[in-house]
């Protein structure tokens, strides 16, 4: 139908626009809702089972988010002089596939904590490989567990 000679692709988002805060609210948001599966106690109502399902459905998609951002980011910002610099982050990055799946897999708190922790480890690097300053903060929501943050300059 179209007769194109050259095409042109660039990246999956603007260029300069990475940041790993999604992939670690989403992490963040796994634990969570693996502590709401752990408080709905008996599940032999309708109600409780249609909960879990839910929640369930939520934690798979916040894990399949994890896997997708962290991805973008290691293929698409991290090139052969980010990697000189950082040449664990094919190992942190395969890590977190891992972990990513095995919180679709089952309820365990520690495999979202583990996730947690290692999308942590990826948002340090990265914020170091563009010689950003890091602090560790604590979620002020629920499950309120640590996150690395680059340190914002005010405007």
């Known amino acids: 139908m179209f007769e194109f000679q050259e095409v042109h692709a660039h990246?999956?988002?603007p260029c300069k626009?990475?940041?790993p805060c999604v992939a670690q609210v989403a992490a963040l948001s796994i634990?969570?809702?693996i502590?709401?599966?752990?408080e709905l106690g008996d599940l032999n109502t309708p109600a409780k089972s249609a909960q879990l399902a839910r929640l369930t459905s939520?934690?798979?998609?916040?894990a399949e988010q994890v896997k997708h951002d962290i991805t973008t980011i290691w293929?698409?910002?991290?090139?052969?002089?980010q990697i000189d610099r950082f040449p664990?982050?094919?190992?942190i990055t395969h890590g977190i596939m891992q972990a990513g799946s095995k919180c679709k897999q089952g309820v365990a708190r520690d495999d979202g904590v583990e996730l947690l922790s290692q999308v942590n480890q990826f948002a340090?690097?990265?914020?170091?490989s563009k010689d950003i300053p890091t602090q560790r903060v604590v979620a002020p929501y629920p499950p309120a567990l640590e996150l690395i943050h680059p340190i914002l300059v005010s405007a």
């Open 11 to 13: 990246c999956d988002i």
């Open 35 to 38: 502590d709401l599966i752990a």
């Open 58 to 62: 939520q934690k798979e998609t916040h």
């Open 17 to 19: 626009i990475y940041d």
């Open 88 to 91: 664990q982050i094919h190992k």
């Open 124 to 128: 340090e690097i990265f914020w170091r």
């Open 31 to 33: 634990v969570r809702l």
């Open 75 to 81: 293929g698409d910002y991290f090139k052969q002089p």
